[in-house]
């Protein structure tokens, strides 16, 4: 598996090795690697060749360190088609995994001015607003904080944003949801949000910001969703003139 006589660096062909072991699945995400030490007697390299190795796979996401854990499997990245107007729900339903919900709270407040002007209501008008934990097959992968016009649905409540927001607009109340707006930026984890999603505090994340409409033109939600940047990333189509 590694050659000295090769004249690719010892690291390299350690790196490539480890790749290959995880693309194999011989590793899976989320299982600790080896230490330094028992891969450099395993392999009979230096120290510091396993090291920069193991630096390197995590330079490339590949490897995450924990402080005082050890190195692990990262968890593959979820792929997010950039164009189409998608609920999480159903996002995570066609990749085959459970999606779920934990509301961590559910109030009534009145707009604020950026709030108002998203909805295109009068500051002060009602608005829901609530926050929840989107889980993938139990894990989190997101939190979002969600603002809903009272005057749109007076009769929301939480249990329908334990489940899925858009099958309820659209199943059980019959509207159509028809477009939205969004921004992606990359942001830092704030502490809070490091323990919902179960991170490390100050990790990278997406933040992503939607407004989205019905039919008749009507914005009915503005949400900042947080998703872990370890298990995201987006895919755009493009075409050239
Ligand atoms: C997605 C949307 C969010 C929407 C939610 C509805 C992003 C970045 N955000 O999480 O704006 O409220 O889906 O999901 O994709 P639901 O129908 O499962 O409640």
Known sequence: MINKQSPLPLYYQLEEYLKQ????GEWKPGDIM???REL???FRISRMTVRQALTNLVNKNILFREKGRGTFVSHRKFEQNLQGLTSFSEDMERRGLSSGSKLLYFEQVKAGDQVAEALAISPGDPVYKLKRIRLADQEPLAV???YNPVSLFPELDQK???KSLYHYI???RQMRISHGTQTVEAALVTDEDAQHLMMEEGQPVLLIQRVTHLEDGRPFELVW???RGDSYKYRIEMNRR
């Not at 072991?21 to 194999?24: A, D, L, N, P, R």
């Open 144 to 146: 979002e904080t969600s």
């Open 160 to 162: 329908i944003f334990e």
């Open 40 to 42: 450099s007697e395993e």
């Open 21 to 24: 072991q995880i693309e194999s």
């Open 170 to 172: 659209e199943e059980n």
């Open 34 to 36: 080896p230490s330094e």
């Open 225 to 227: 969703s947080i998703y």
